[in-house]
């Protein structure tokens, strides 16, 4: 067999498929393939699941996944507040609503709209609750979205609020509907939407989806009339990510707005005007936000505009009609980043810019006045040494804000109030294990190219060693933020296990810059990073190699993978979960093609020898000695492929390797489609963890 790690440069991922023996575990539902991951999930549940302490650690995990007393976070919608809920009785859930007079009470009487049980047994589906969006103003209609399994492709139904009933997509209700597939749909009017779907082959003759398998063709689609006879507003390429088009409701500022994401990071703006259309000239790099008659703009490169250079994660403030209009004004800026401080999100209430920012990883809350000077004040009543995000606010009526609050020891708080009067519990979860004796420090190691690198150790207070998992991500911007994990604690913490977040580079963290340093050539940044905080908990005598686990999924899946790979001698278990592995082919599988401007193309030579450095399946060696691993997908994840993890097990197993395999029929990327399932595939996990690196009497 020929090792792919040493094809040669100028060969492409497609060509190096003849050299894969294991590509036919891509058949994602072939008979074949699972057969395959029937005969690999057997020993791994025989293995791991018969003891008490499994029965315990999912029991455990189920609990608090269904507890009544779990906050029911809720979106406002006119004057409804709106909730998707699943318990133990309603495994798939409720999606359901109350008053906000009838929330604050501890037991709130809720509205059930629609019972995805009772539709999941009727329809004869396995329904998994994806998104409802509710038509403004009147919030009298909703268009839903229902996957098949928990996959990211859903079916779109239209819902009328006020019968209760499905609008049905025949000649007499002409409701809207759309067929399973990854389609973006949103309101235009009570009788318009925009919609980007599978339309089938387009009038140039190619797909009507992107390579990564989303909509490149929108069209403005009236009610009563067929798909097919939708107008076009607007076709991408191919090559693109994606392209959206959606209506601004704001009252006053009513816009139509398209979005044309080239990659995963850079897009293109447009205001779609009847006299013409509108680019908005801001960096593509950029994030970008419009509201009433302000642009703002949030850096991921230094800036110049107005004669003035504005730094990589500065946020600044435009007159939007100027800006458009070819204005050089330098703008205002709202936020400047320093060493220490990210901008973490931005909000709107009526009166206020919500701004979230990280210090070294720590939350501050920030306000300003919107055309009022932009004076900065301080919204009142905000926990000290917690997390904080903004979960929903309604900025074309008042300046309500909803946000939740919680650290590694303390329960999320639900705060409500708003950005004039400040915030106060509305309700709280209450405690799932004793923090008592349970502590959060936060340190510092430097990485092999001296950047200090921060991480998180939660332990109990009479542990100084011992048992320790180590968990990161390392990509797309993502931070990985001090937030309550009880089933983390029930299934580890409290039980003696250190439990570790690693803030290495590819997050965003310490803002763009964390990110895009460790993005193509740069990306063993991250790996070089976990390792050494890996390196310092063994310096510290926290653990010993032998018991130090990582844990990590999707891109995180990755960075297991590697550590595998490339840093084996440095753990005793891996717990490898929906993970990318064959980065020689992970561009041609589902939704790859998307995450080309985060690794690079393998199909281009000099872009393939950085990939090749660490792509984990071709990195497999027969002499190799390797830590014990748990690798785990989902059949219906159709947005990182199962064969990922299918392929690298069973080239692990070519070269006489033990792998512990599990593979969820169903589930999604997330994993799981319910709670059940959930709670089972963490048991799997920790179970594993116990029995690898755990005191045996654990």
Not at 438 to 444: G, P, V, Y
């Amino acid at each position: 067999m020929t090792d792919t790690h040493s094809d040669p440069a100028d060969r492409t991922a497609a060509d190096s498929a003849a050299d894969d023996p294991y590509i036919w575990l891509e058949d994602v539902s072939g008979e074949r393939s699972l057969d395959w991951v029937r005969a690999h999930n057997a020993p791994t549940v025989a293995a791991l699941t018969e003891g008490e302490r499994f029965a315990d650690l999912q029991a455990s995990a189920q609990e608090v996944l269904d507890t009544d007393e779990r906050i029911p976070y809720a979106r406002r919608r006119g004057a409804y507040l709106y909730n998707f809920w699943r318990d133990a009785t309603n495994t798939r859930g409720l999606w359901r609503r109350t008053d906000l007079e009838s929330y604050r009470t501890e037991s709130p009487v809720w509205d059930v709209l629609v019972d995805l049980d009772q539709l999941a047994e009727s329809d004869g589906e396995n329904w998994v609750w994806q998104s409802a969006s509710v038509l403004r103003p009147d919030y009298d209609r909703a268009l839903i979205s229902l996957s098949r399994g928990g996959a990211d492709a859903a079916v779109v139904r239209e819902f009328d609020l006020v019968t209760r009933t499905w609008v049905e997509a025949d000649s007499e209700s002409d409701g809207f509907a759309l067929a399973e597939n990854k389609s973006d749909v949103s309101w235009i009017d009570r009788d318009t939407v925009f919609v980007g779907t599978d339309f089938g082959v387009h009038t140039d003759g190619l797909a009507s989806l992107t390579d990564s398998g989303y909509p490149r063709v929108v069209k403005r689609w009236t009610r009563g009339t067929p798909l097919d006879a939708a107008e076009t507003v607007f076709v991408g390429d191919v090559a693109d990510v994606a392209i959206q088009v959606g209506h601004d409701h704001t009252p006053g500022f009513e816009r139509d707005f398209l979005v044309r994401a080239t990659d995963f990071f850079h897009q293109e703006m447009v205001e779609l005007r009847p006299g013409g259309d509108v680019r908005i000239p801001v960096p593509t790099d950029a994030h970008t936000m419009i509201r009433c008659e302000w642009l703002f703009v949030l850096t991921r490169s230094d800036w110049e505009h107005g004669g003035v250079t504005h730094p990589t994660g500065t946020l600044v403030a435009f007159d939007y009609d100027d800006f458009v209009g070819g204005g050089d004004a330098p703008g205002e800026v709202l936020f400047r980043p320093d060493a220490h401080t990210s901008l973490q999100d931005v909000q709107f209430t009526k009166s206020h810019l919500v701004l979230v920012t990280l210090r070294d990883v720590q939350t501050h809350v920030h306000l300003r006045d919107i055309g009022n000077g932009w004076t900065e004040s301080t919204l009142a009543g905000l926990p000290e040494l917690a997390t904080v995000s903004v979960l929903d606010t309604d900025p074309d009526v008042s300046d309500e804000i909803f946000l939740s609050a919680s650290s590694f020891t303390t329960p999320p708080s639900l705060l409500h109030g708003t950005t004039t009067d400040g915030v106060s519990v509305l309700k709280q979860t209450p405690a799932f294990f004793d923090a008592e004796s349970i502590s959060a420090t936060q340190h510092f190691v430097d990485s092999d190219d001296g950047t200090p690198i921060p991480y998180f150790v939660v332990k109990r207070d009479d542990v100084d060693t011992g048992p320790t998992l180590l968990y990161g991500y390392g990509g797309f911007e993502n931070s990985m933020t001090p937030g309550y994990s009880a089933i983390a604690a029930r299934s580890w913490i409290t039980r003696g296990g250190i439990y570790v977040i690693a803030n290495i580079r590819g997050g965003g963290e310490y803002g763009p810059s964390w990110h895009t340093q460790a993005i193509k050539a740069g990306r063993h940044l991250v790996y070089e990073d976990f390792a050494s905080v890996a390196k310092a908990l063994v310096a510290r005598g926290l653990t010993t190699p032998a018991q130090l686990a990582a844990q990590g999924g999707s891109n995180g899946g990755l960075l297991m993978g590697v550590m595998a790979t490339s840093y084996p001698e440095l753990f005793g278990a891996l717990v490898c979960q929906v993970p990318l592995l064959d980065m020689r082919r992970y561009h041609l599988l589902l939704a790859g093609a998307s995450w080309v401007a985060e690794y690079g193309n393998p199909d281009d030579p000099a872009e393939w020898e950085f990939i090749s450095a660490y792509s984990p399946y071709q990195r497999v060696r027969r002499e190799a000695t390797y830590p014990a691993l748990l690798v785990t997908t989902s059949t219906r994840d159709d947005r990182v492929h199962p064969g990922h993890a299918r392929k690298f097990t069973a080239r692990l197993e070519e070269y006489g390797h033990t792998v512990s395999y599990y593979e969820n029929i169903e589930g999604g990327h997330g994993g799981a489609a319910d709670n059940k399932q959930a709670a089972f595939k963490s048991a799997l996990a920790y179970e594993f963890l116990w029995q690898t690196v755990g005191a045996p009497s654990a």
